[in-house]
């Protein structure tokens, strides 16, 4: 899944009879930093709950086309979810391995024989 913002909705007055009753948003796809990835596309929604403003999951191509009923309806962009909280986690060095220890000696053994100790 990837990540966009709904700007905006489209009304379409034909369209195929599988397609009838689904709402059409616009979407401008984005980066995990929430940055413009190109151009906006119109899409499905699946989630039937997403609006203007909202950010949104999305998924394309065939896995767009199957996530309505009917199965398989022409469609290339599908809004799958809507995003409540998102937050990105930078990765930075690999933390530092620790020192490796060494492995603790078995004790020596003193003397050579019974009692003589």
Do not use: N
Not at 5 to 27: D, Q, S, W
Not at 53 to 77: K, S, Y
Not at 88 to 105: D, E, I, N, T, Y
Request: hydrophobic share 40%; charged share 20%.
């Amino acid at each position: 899944m990837r990540l966009g913002r709904v700007i905006g909705t489209l009304v379409a007055t034909v369209k195929p009879e599988a397609m009838k009753g689904l709402k059409l948003l616009i979407v401008r796809p984005l980066t995990a930093g929430l940055q413009d990835d190109g151009d906006p596309f119109v899409a499905t929604d699946a989630s039937a709950q997403a609006s203007s403003g909202d950010l949104v999951t999305w998924e394309a191509a065939r896995e767009a086309a199957l996530l309505h009923e009917p199965w398989f309806i022409p469609v290339d962009h599908a809004v799958v979810g809507i995003v409540d909280q998102h937050s990105v986690v930078v990765a930075g060095p690999p933390p530092a391995s620790p020192a490796p220890s060494r492995a603790p000696q078995p004790p020596q053994r003193t003397g050579g024989g019974k009692g003589g100790e």
